[in-house]
């Protein structure tokens, strides 16, 4: 499991470990874990050109420090120091004695031009949103001259606790984290500025206690699949009704019932007017057409407007059994939700839930999402390139295994299929939410191998991907 916490909750762990151990100690091992992972980064330090960009916090002194190790293993290491008075001492005494030093700043344009590696120590987890100057004007350098960017910590000027970038940001390719991730190193857009994260292990981990968002991986996805015993049956498994698709969108029935018998079920339901009723019978022989008893529903991709199907909804909805609500379905939600719901819309669809504009959802997609969850009493799955699950109870998941191809017309349809499947065979809307957004990436990532998919290329993928997960054979 990946686990990522607040600044606040940072901060104590980081106290309570620093209060055992000599001062400078996790500096240190941060600027170690740092310059090992620069040097991999680079493939090598000897005549490396490196600029470090020094704010005035302990992140400038985590940056200076580590730059003092790649000097010392042959890289040729400036400094940028965007303000004398404050920035850390011993981290420019360190990188000075190591054979680096601190540029002039009429020597900036030129060093950064020059170089294979910037530092991102402008601020961490002690940054305010944003970037004051000099330090943009030293970002319009490294912009213009695309110089890649490891970011120590945090890529500078994203909103740590929430992934949001109200303003100016650093955009790096690699963030090399202290002691545990950060929520905006895992949620959009921060997420994306962050590139690839990688951990180092500074010792926090006895004291930080319960994480404020989760990101599942393949063994914990592994662990919750459900599987069949010796004993089971194909109701023990699980059955799920499918609500969804119309005489216009015939497609819609297709899709969330291609996802749903591709996910653990032992029978699905498809309850729908005559016209899909057909493409559903021709396309799985061993789907059952028409009203029966379910574990689970999936209702509301492709309804269209029929008030018949509305009343539907809100039916299932009063019913108390597990519902994974999509799309159109998202229109006839009750004043609040009972009973296990889990909500999946997009980033368009919350936005009109919530009565605010699909900007506003695009930059604070963890926001929203909770609001979403506590407005309604119901789990919110935020789909997107990494899809945000929140829960009522506060508990977020988030998926960062993606891929673009997934973003395809129909996706979300096979996504509501896999996740109802997970619900009926006894995931709580949490568990099926996170679990069911790792699966249909997964899904996505063998279907694509590097190029273009359409839905049902994905929906077929996913009994693959489930039998990967599970470490079968390929
Ligand atoms: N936690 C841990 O376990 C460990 C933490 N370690 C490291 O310490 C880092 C935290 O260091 P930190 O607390 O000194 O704060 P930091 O992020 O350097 O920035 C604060 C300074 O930046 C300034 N500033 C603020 N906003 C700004 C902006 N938008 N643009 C420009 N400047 C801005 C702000 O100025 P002020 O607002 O006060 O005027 C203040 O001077 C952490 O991320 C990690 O790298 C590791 O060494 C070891 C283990
Ligand atoms: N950039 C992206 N990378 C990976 N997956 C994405 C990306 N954008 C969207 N997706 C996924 O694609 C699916 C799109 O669903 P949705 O918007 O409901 O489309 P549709 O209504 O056509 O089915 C969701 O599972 C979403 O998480
Ligand atoms: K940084």
């Not at 151990?21 to 740092?34: E, F, I, N, S």
């Not at 379910?294 to 059994?321: F, M, N």
């Not at 998202?330 to 605010?356: D, K, Q, W």
Request: glycine share 14%.
């Amino acid at each position: 499991m990946r686990t990522a916490y607040t600044v606040d909750r940072i901060r104590a762990a980081e106290q309570a470990l620093m209060a055992q151990l000599p001062p400078g100690t996790l500096m240190q091992r941060a600027a170690a874990g740092l310059a090992t992972a620069c040097a991999d980064f680079l493939g090598g330090c000897y005549g490396a050109e490196v600029v470090v960009v020094a704010g005035t916090g302990d992140n400038g002194g985590d940056a200076l420090y580590a730059g003092a190790r790649l000097a010392r293993r042959g890289a040729r290491v400036s400094a940028i120091v965007l303000d004398q008075a404050k920035v850390h001492r011993g981290g420019v005494a360190a990188l000075t004695t190591a054979g680096g030093w601190v540029l002039a700043p009429d020597e900036y344009a030129t060093a950064i031009a020059g170089a294979d590696l910037v530092l991102d120590g402008i601020v961490g987890i002690g940054g305010k949103p944003g970037l004051r100057p000099p330090a943009d004007r030293v970002l319009d350098l490294v912009e213009e001259h695309a110089v890649p960017v490891v970011a120590v910590d945090v890529p500078s000027g994203i909103d740590v606790d929430t992934g949001e970038t109200p303003a100016r940001h650093v955009r790096a390719e690699l963030t090399v984290t202290f002691g545990a991730h950060k929520i905006g190193l895992l949620v959009d857009p921060g997420a994306t500025a962050a590139g690839l994260v990688h951990l180092v292990d500074i010792g926090l981990g006895p004291y930080l206690g319960e994480p404020d968002v989760e990101a599942l991986q393949a063994d914990d996805v592994a662990e919750r699949l459900p599987e069949p015993s010796r004993a089971s049956h194909k109701y023990s498994r699980g059955v799920v009704g499918v609500v969804a698709g119309s005489e216009q969108y015939t497609g819609a029935a297709v899709l969330a019932v291609g996802g749903a018998v591709a996910g653990p079920v032992g029978m699905v339901r498809y309850v729908g007017p005559p016209e899909p009723t057909r493409y559903v019978r021709a396309r799985w022989p061993d789907v059952v057409c028409g009203e029966g008893r379910v574990q689970a529903w999936v209702v509301g991709s492709g309804l269209g407007d029929d008030p018949a199907r509305a009343d539907e909804v809100r039916r299932i909805l009063a019913s108390g059994l597990p519902v994974l609500v999509d799309a159109d379905g998202l229109r006839h939600l009750p004043e609040r939700c009972e009973g296990p719901v889990l909500l999946t819309p997009h980033e368009g669809e919350l936005a009109r839930l919530l009565g605010v504009e699909r900007e506003a959802v695009t930059a604070r997609r963890l926001h929203y999402a909770r609001a979403a969850a506590a407005r309604w009493n119901a789990t919110v799955l935020l789909k997107g390139a990494t899809t945000v699950v929140a829960a009522p109870d506060g508990r977020v998941r988030v998926n960062t295994v993606s891929v673009p191809w997934v973003a395809t017309a129909g996706s979300g349809d096979v996504l509501s299929g896999v996740c109802g499947s997970l619900l009926a065979a006894g995931l709580d809307p949490l568990e099926a939410g996170s679990v069911g957004a790792y699966l249909h990436q997964t899904a996505g990532v063998l279907a694509s191998r590097g190029g273009p998919i359409t839905a049902d290329d994905l929906a077929r993928a996913v009994p693959a991907a489930y039998r990967m997960l599970l470490g079968g054979d390929e």
